[in-house]
DNA sequence: CGTTCAGTTTGGCCTAGACCAATTTCAGAG
DNA sequence: CTCTGAAATTGGTCTAGGCCAAACTGAACG
């Protein structure tokens, strides 16, 4: 007999019912406040709050200080799988939209030279933007594109892609792209761009575009894990 | 003046000590107990235990119950880039390994029929095992294979590889992988099969595979977090 | 010298409650 | 009826401490 069967943190246990508590009602509606709960399961305050955490970062549920903990609408779910945000989006028929944080130039350094095989010090032009889907942040994108690229903020704003932008006002025609897919946890500046909360968990994205064979663009992408997927498709030779 | 400056959590400065310190140290090193630190830094258990938490999330510190919390040994990050487990390794100058957990016949049911595009109640086989780096466990994988395949054991026996075994022994040859990442805390399945902690980011991986085009694998590999990552290469038309 | 077993240490889980911040509610003023 | 402002409500953060389980320590024993 090997099964040694831990039990269950309470917590867990707890997280399960709420869960399906969660399941029965229509999105939006309230569940029982965190004091509420932590009476009526005859538990504590912190072992609520730990099962709702985990299901807020699972999508789950949603809360709001001051107005109460809900069950989470239905969001849809972002797959990438081309290489431009904006073609994904109309690709699943979601309205996507950017909010420009700011686009600046800055002096190649560490990483990123390396990736755009340029001297540490040539100047890029950085853009930061959130990516929002149906009016929600999503993401939030700070591409690294090499020299200064002075029409580029007309361009984008003209047609909302950093592609389409790239390509009519400079020719740069993005064909290859390399992307890497990793686990981050959500700190003050994600919490800050995203609206979500501490430790959430996070899919952060580094891309490398290429133009032919030139490094083109080198972007960090930092998703809500909770409304992202990555999808690719390979061949084997 | 739109910065409202809300302080960073009293957990998350701990945090960000705390990783400065354990940068310090050689991996292995231990640090002081959470009771010390909590009184070190004047503040309570919780508080430390929420900083130390995330840290070992990320893979910076490690803990083992009745030991003590040290400084992480540098893992190797296992990147996925081809279509299988062992050659990615390989290429990685990785020793990988694999546990076998079962092989069993189910009848086929929900996605997995879909996806594989048979009848619901088809016989399908499943390969369950643990992927391990270095003789560490670092994904849960379920494999489910179309048909009864009774030479599979002895082949996988042999090679170690199931795409090797399906080839060696069927005559299939899996040439094209679609695969979708996404995000997921650890239950408590995760937490006895990969030996991590309750609410543990990983990464899951639903994998299609192909053979020509016909449908040949349906594969769910659930991946740590903070020793995976998923890299993909696309080219645009 | 090795083994055993009780006591100590350390992390794992949980409780009870304090104080803060954002939101909502609602009575009172205009 | 609308606006204002205080009070109540609800989630956000943190404290202090209890009990358990796993690992370690060391003395007693064979």
């Known amino acids: 007999m090997t099964s040694q069967s831990h039990p269950a943190p309470k917590y867990y246990v707890l997280k399960e019912q709420l869960r ?5 009602g229509e999105p939006g509606t309230l569940l ?12 504590s305050r912190t072992t609520v709050r730990q099962a709702i955490a985990e299901l807020v970062a699972e999508g789950v549920l949603d809360r709001i200080q001051g107005h109460g903990t809900f069950v989470a609408h239905n969001r849809p779910t972002y797959v990438r799988q081309l290489t431009s945000f904006s073609e994904d989006a109309a690709a699943q028929g979601l309205r996507s939209s950017s909010r420009l944080i700011g686009i600046s130039t800055v002096p190649a350094e ?26 929600e942040p999503l993401a939030h994108e700070a591409a690294l594109l090499p020299g200064e690229l002075p029409e580029l903020a007309g361009a984008l704003d003209r047609t909302g892609s950093l592609y389409s932008a790239l390509q009519e006002s400079y020719g740069v025609r993005i064909t290859d792209a390399e992307d890497t897919v990793q686990t981050q946890l959500a700190g003050p500046d994600e919490v800050r761009l995203l609206g979500l909360e501490m430790g959430f968990p996070l899919l952060v994205i580094h891309r490398l575009g290429l133009a032919g064979e030139q490094p083109a663009e080198w972007t960090c992408s930092v998703f809500r894990g909770d409304r992202f997927r990555f999808q690719a498709r390979r061949h084997r030779d």
């Open 20 to 24: 399906a508590l969660a399941a029965e």
């Open 32 to 43: 029982p406040t965190e004091r509420a709960l932590a009476a009526g399961y005859g538990t």
């Open 110 to 135: 560490g990483e990123a030279a390396q990736r755009l095989q340029v001297e540490p010090g040539t100047a890029l032009t950085r853009v930061e933007r959130i990516r929002l889907i149906n009016e």
